[in-house]
Structures are given as C-alpha cells and as structure tokens.
C-alpha cells in the first residue's frame, strides 16, 4: 500500500465546494448542473445531500471511499498530537515506532477496530504517514543531545535569581552596550566533520577523506561585544612549550598559550584576561562587564583580584545555562564550527597525501573566523539570550517544561518548592488528568476513553461510542521505566486485538 498510486478522481472534491453548490441550490441561483460544473462536485451526490438534509436520510454523512476509514477519529488524533508535542517539550520524545506502537495499544486498549499488526504490536506505517498528513503540526526530526544537568539546570528560579542580579549590575553600573562582553572558550579538532556529498545512488557506504580518527584539540577562546566588536582569538595549545609557527596565518591580534592538557586554568586565565583588557581598555572609571561561564579557572583569586584592579566587572551565568543563555554558544560557535569544517575539508582537497595538524588549525580558523565574527551575529546573540537590551521575559514559559520533568527533592536545608519529589513518570502522568470512562444511560453504547490534556471536553465521535470500556490514556501507555523505590502500578490482563488467520495486519 506504501507504493499505490491513486488511478481516480473519485471524491476529488472538497467539502467546501460541496457546501457551496448547496448554499446556490438552496437560494435558487444556479440548477444541478450548472451548480455542479461550477463548484465541481458530483450533480448525484449533490442532489443526495440537498433532498438527504431535507428528509433527514443523509444528514450528517461525510465522503468517504469504500469500507477503508480512518482507525482513529478527529479528537482522538488530537489528544495524540498533543501527546506526542507534550512529551517531546519535556525532553522524552517519540520516535516513530513509538508512536506506532502507541498507537497500536489505544486501539487495543480501547476496543477500536483496527487492521494494525498485530504480530508487531505497531500500526502500519500507511497509518502513520496518513497520520503525518491529518497533522502537519508535527514533523520527524533529529534531536539535539540535552544532559540531564542542562535539562534540569535551566529553569525559572535559576534564571530568574540571575537575572535580579544582572539587573542589579546593570543599574550600579549604567553601562553601555559597547562595554558589555561575552567570553567563552570552545575546542577545535584536527579532524572535521565532513559534509553531505553527492554520491552514487544505491552505494552502500559512501566515505570522505579525513585527518584521522580521533586527532588533536585546540581550545580557543573568543570575547565579543553586544555591540559587534570581537576582540582577537587566545588559542590554547596541549603541549609544554609553544612556538609561533602555531599561530601562523592566524587572525590579527592573536595569541598562542600552552597548558599540558590543552585545558584552561587559573594563570592562563589571568593572561586572557590581559589581553581582553589589553583591547576594550577597562579602567576603574570605565568599567566592563564581562560575562564568563561558572567554570572553576574563572573563580581564581588571582583572577578576582586582577578583575578587580583593572576595572573588570565579572557576571558567571548559572550553571547548566549556557546553551540558552551564553551569546556565544547561542549565535557565534554553531556557524563557526560550520565554516570551519568546511575550510577543513577545503584544505584537505587542496593537500592531497597529507593530513591536519596543529601547524595548520589557526590558518583553517582564520576565514571561517572571518565568516562568523559578524555584527549581526553578535547582535542577536544578546537579542536572543535577553542580556542586551535587557529583558528578563525572553524564555517562554515552554523552554521551563524539562526542568519540571527532572526536578527532583531537594537536600536537607534547601528550599523544598512543592515539598514533594516528582519522578519523570510522576510528571508525565499528572500533566494530563486520570483517564475518565463516560457513560451514557440514554445510549447502549459506552464513550471512547481518552486521556484530558486540554481543558475543552472531547465530543465522541460516532466511532467511538462503539468502544468497549477500557481504562488506558496516552500517559499510561508510555514506554518508560519508572525511578527506583516507586511503587509499580498492577498489571491488568492483555487482551489482543483480533487479526483474521492468513490476513496481513496493516495500519489504515
């Protein structure tokens, strides 16, 4: 069915169309035909409608081909939808088999009809790509990797607490904008990633020459303004002692240090610091400030007290904030990385028989430098963190949900929020409310169960007043184990949908 390609025209037509060439019928501006031709929909189907709602035959009834209809009506493809985005704010998205899967024990559960798999326990994927197209409020992509510390660590009391004190700063100082700095430090490899590259269709593996498997790291460090101005590189050197042909070709201003693991400390901070002020110019009159991460290198003494003489004002971000709330990590390092892979792979076709060194990563560096180092994205770097100008409301609600998910109880003597520890499933499963079985004394039939995650109460479909009474909402149907030392819920009995022997199971 994946294959089939549709031979007909039949049902072309839209609803619309059709309420249209009724709306002409009934005020009488147009006949059959010309009504029909008009708005394209079938003279037979629109005589049906009109006498049908008249007599009360066809009232209600929508197109439809053949006995194939959807497994799933509206509203239950909703709450689906709804899950699938609940779950994948809260950093514990679906992949596709999931919501197969998923899919497939609603039906279960439910009692819905359906031609799933049953050997597989999963939907078809007919089923999920009709899904897909019903929904195009969602879209298959590939995640970004998110520790546990950065889910957790980004959060509203740990962002709100910084932002009292950045606005506190603010005002002491009545800084500008051209004073206001960011600095980070960032490795760079001897091997690139390679890009994507046109290849022969059908070959199974397709390579590109690199300069090794595992390589060589430099870290380098970059400080620019709100403003746009980039104050020149510190590389930082694995190795004990330095020379200058490392930073051959590298950009103006340049400076090479060397640490035995490549690493920054306490004393090779104080010289970058000396060279931040050697370019912005701080005095005790004319204060910057500079916004670094909570690494330990920048809490020396030795650094304080050099800040401190110079007229650096030092701001360290809270912890496991950086990639929302650090300029650089923001809007700089992701385009430089990009540029520099490809003057990677430049250099590597234009030195064929030899490979990346050291020697070679500041004359790489340079262009993609260049090409990165903008205005704009300096600009927008503190546009988009809420540093500059300041606005402290720039996290949407939203971007809060996983730390919600990971919160845990708090240590003896720390502030205890809802004095209770919420586990990742605990969450998951009190964002929607217990599933609800509704009965309708007036009617033989029982209510689909569903799962309420809007406040708007669901209207039944006519498939599903059909359903048999179940208990199973889309949180509970889950597949993630719960933490240590929760009590498991009790298992009730499986019962399987039902396939016909020799009948191959699909999604519809």
């Not at 819920?489 to 399987?496: M, S, V, W």
């Amino acid at each position: 069915m994946g294959k089939y390609k549709r031979k007909s025209n039949r049902q072309s037509w839209s609803e619309e169309s059709m309420a249209n060439a009724i709306k002409a019928i009934e005020e009488k501006t147009m006949g059959w035909l010309k009504a029909a031709k008009t708005f394209g929909v079938p003279q037979a189907t629109l005589r049906r409608r009109v006498e049908g709602g008249k007599n009360k035959i066809f009232k209600g009834v929508k197109k439809g081909l053949g006995r194939y209809q959807p497994t799933f009506d509206v509203a239950t493809e909703k709450e689906l939808l709804e899950h699938i985005k609940l779950l994948e704010s809260r950093g514990f998205g679906l992949s596709a088999s999931d919501v197969r899967k998923l899919a497939f024990q609603i039906a279960e559960k439910n009692g819905i009809p359906n031609r799933f798999n049953c050997e597989k326990e999963a939907a078809g994927c007919d089923w999920l790509l009709g899904f897909r197209r019903r929904n195009p409020g969602i879209s298959l992509r590939k995640p970004e990797g998110t520790s546990f510390s950065r889910a957790s660590g980004f959060n509203q009391k740990s962002v709100k607490s910084f932002f009292n004190t950045y606005e506190s700063v603010l005002g002491s100082m009545n800084i500008s904008a051209n004073r206001i700095y960011n600095l980070d430090e960032s490795a760079l490899s001897t091997v690139h990633d390679p890009s994507k590259v046109f290849a022969t269709t059908g070959k199974k593996q397709v390579g590109t020459i690199t300069s090794g498997e595992r390589g060589s790291h430099v870290s380098v460090v970059c400080t620019m303004s709100a403003t746009g101005h980039y104050i020149p590189p510190v590389f930082i050197f694995a190795r004990k002692n330095f020379k200058n042909e490392l930073i051959d070709s590298a950009p103006t201003g340049s400076i090479g240090l060397v640490q035995k693991k490549g690493w920054m400390t306490g004393e090779l901070f104080v010289k970058v610091l000396e060279h931040v002020t050697k370019h912005a110019k701080p005095s005790t009159e004319d204060k910057i400030l500079l916004i670094v991460d909570g690494h330990g290198s920048h809490k020396d003494v030795a650094v304080l007290e050099f800040a401190k003489q110079n007229g650096i004002v030092l701001v360290c971000l809270p912890p496991h904030c950086t990639h929302r709330m650090q300029p650089l990590d923001v809007t700089f390092f992701g385009p430089l990385k990009t540029y520099y892979n490809q003057e990677a792979q430049k250099w590597m076709r234009n030195h064929p028989g030899r490979v990346i060194t050291v020697y070679q990563i500041c004359s790489i560096f340079s262009p993609a430098y260049g090409k990165a180092a903008t205005i704009l994205n300096a600009e927008k770097g503190f546009l988009s963190t809420g540093l500059y100008p300041f606005n402290p409301d720039i996290f949407p609600d939203h971007m809060f949900v996983a730390s919600e998910t990971t919160r845990r109880l708090l240590g003896e003597g720390e502030e205890n929020v809802d004095n209770r520890e919420t586990t990742i499933m605990e969450a998951i499963e009190t964002t929607s409310a217990a599933l609800q079985i509704n009965q309708n004394p007036s009617t033989s039939g029982r209510k689909l169960a569903v799962a309420e995650i809007s406040p708007v109460p669901l209207i039944p479909s006519p498939i599903a007043k059909r359903q048999k009474k179940a208990r199973s909402s889309f949180d509970q149907l889950t597949f993630y184990k719960r933490a240590e030392g929760e009590k498991k819920p009790k298992r009730r009995k499986r019962t399987k949908a039902k396939c016909k022997t020799g009948e191959k199971a699909i999604g519809v």
